[in-house]
């Protein structure tokens, strides 16, 4: 069905400075959308306005962010009813491949698809959504299915928070399956791990240098550890690898959840692996939902989340006061030298503070 | 050789009155030490005043805690100079056990003992010290140990701090190895990871109930695990846990002091592997003085302190306001209820707050 609109214009026969106030126009319609064209947008899947609403979500304008705030507080009712799945693993090990071998497995059973990152060192280049794009090439192309990169952010708490924005803003338009992907290596694998519901962390076979990325303390956070490139002359290492990392793991104390964690071997290349580990995560949603760990984490998590928000904001107050900060070095150098104790050093700095 | 006010002094022939004001003076004497009798109390191994001052310490009157951190100011240059080890383990893995033996092997071998806890549910009262002098019946009864059970406090922050400096009166008393024992089984074990140079944990053999109180990333923190009680029937068990011990352990990401973690066996009973744990711990101390690790330590430890009692303060602030707990309690509703997001709860508590 043609709108009127299209009916009533004819291209070809228009001025230049007729295409020019139509492009205007329509750059600012886009720009001065209402709050209930953003929702009722999105809950229509309009792929585009749902784009738009992420970039008013990502700006850091007070008037964008306030109107963000209501179209968020609108939707929430219609978010949350997705699994989200956090995918993370040190540069190297394959993320990308494993992320579009995955999402095309899911695409085919009827699922739909969102991939959003987490990268708290992103400056937000045109480049790193062409990087994105060349990283998935068959997803990128695939209509069922969304990739966003990570909003920008000069702190990790930032970009998690919009993060978590924009998963809402995905699960309101209708994607049930939501990828947090890490970007960065170090601090975000918390963040996203506070952020799904099953988190996923792709290990290589052999645990020398490439162990060096990953945080101690990660490893017990995975609900599942694929081990990756289990293809070739690599099969028979990597298979040993996920024997020796299912031992260790059954050493660690029981999950919260009652799941027990998982190890398997998957190949890109090969295709091998993705299916075994699709339905670890459904058995896994099956359980967590059977025994009520599901929604008692996702409250757990907006708790968190308040809370995380609240001590940033207290915290940011005090560290970015710039009357502090030369006193700030003093009492660090008086540690250094040992000539004062932290109490001392706290109290002194908290006394200038008030 | 007897001092003037001694020989000055007939017992016997005083009437009672003389003698309670006697009594009353020695007990006001007590509790009116100078801040240079504190200090040299201590520097010349005075054991009744290193109580006196660690019990200033512990106080929460204004007026004795303004004493203390004057003498721990002055002190502070005198400490440091242990080997402090921090050892932890659920309740029945035999823990106090484990002290006694350690503890004896280590006065045999010349060393200068203080033992310290750590337990932030303790309410103070005489039982907790008779407590700990029944745990350890042997040590409780050596002079050459000091025997100091978890100072009171409201919160984990709080008695972390008073053991931080209850470590530096028994370093400058001459204590060249601290222990610091966790009692309450949760969260202290960060706090005590966080204040001493070697975390020792110890475990039962058997994955099974007996790793609930253990909570996951407690694991990752240990420099070296003890399996206990590896002693009659149980040894064969004990050895075989430790064998998967350690292959688990090998998985891990390499740990910032280059240290390779340790797991061993020990019986507190037959009174085996408290030998091998003792040199593994001075093999430890070896090899991060000489890597530079142990001051490096050290130092981020005082800064990690310092940042905490910051945090600690600013947040309490922030949770003790008052008005804000009915406020708290609405948002944390709205949370449940998916009505709110947590960046909204979280902007309007602050700004209620400031």
């Given at each position: 069905m043609k709108s009127k609109s299209a009916l009533s214009v004819q291209p070809g026969v228009e001025a230049p400075d007729v295409i020019n106030k139509k492009l205007k126009n329509r750059f600012q319609r886009r720009k001065d959308l209402e709050i209930n064209e953003y929702i009722d947008g999105i809950l229509q899947q309009n792929r585009s306005i749902l784009s738009q609403a992420i970039t008013l979500v990502e700006s850091t304008l007070p008037a964008h962010e306030e109107k963000a705030q209501q179209i968020l507080e609108q939707i929430l009712s219609h978010s949350g009813k997705s699994l989200r799945i956090g995918i993370t693993g040190v540069p190297g090990v394959g993320k990308s491949s494993f992320i579009e071998v995955l999402g095309q497995h899911i695409l085919a059973l009827g699922r739909k698809l969102a991939i959003l990152a987490i990268d708290?060192?992103?400056?937000?280049?045109?480049g790193s959504i062409l990087g994105d794009k060349t990283r998935m090439e068959e997803l990128s192309r695939d209509k069922r299915c969304f990739i966003r990169p990570s909003p920008a952010g000069e702190s990790l708490g930032g970009v998690a928070r919009k993060t978590r924005e924009i998963i809402i803003l995905c699960e309101a338009f209708g994607f049930d399956t939501i990828f947090v992907e890490t970007v960065g290596v170090g601090q975000s694998e918390v963040a996203v791990h506070s952020m799904v519901d099953f988190f996923l962390l792709l290990m290589l076979a052999g645990?020398?240098?490439?162990?060096?990325?990953i945080k101690r303390g990660i490893m017990e956070m995975a609900d599942l550890i694929a081990i990756t490139k289990a293809d070739g002359d690599n099969t028979s290492q990597a298979s040993a690898a996920a024997s020796e990392y299912k031992s260790a793991l059954h050493l660690f104390p029981p999950t919260k959840s009652q799941w027990i964690p998982q190890v398997k071997t998957c190949s890109a290349i090969e295709n091998t692996g993705v299916t075994e580990i699709w339905q670890a995560l459904l058995d896994y949603e099956y359980l967590v939902k059977d025994n009520g760990y599901f929604s008692k984490n996702r409250s757990q998590q907006a708790h968190y989340w308040m809370h995380e928000t609240i001590r940033a904001n207290l915290l940011g107050s005090f560290y970015q006061k710039p009357e502090l900060q030369g006193e700030m070095q003093k009492m660090e150098q008086l540690l250094r030298e040992e000539k004062i104790t932290s109490y001392q050093a706290a109290k002194l700095l908290l006394q200038q503070y008030q």
């Open positions: 708290p060192t992103s400056q937000r280049s045109g645990a020398g240098d490439e162990l060096q990325g």
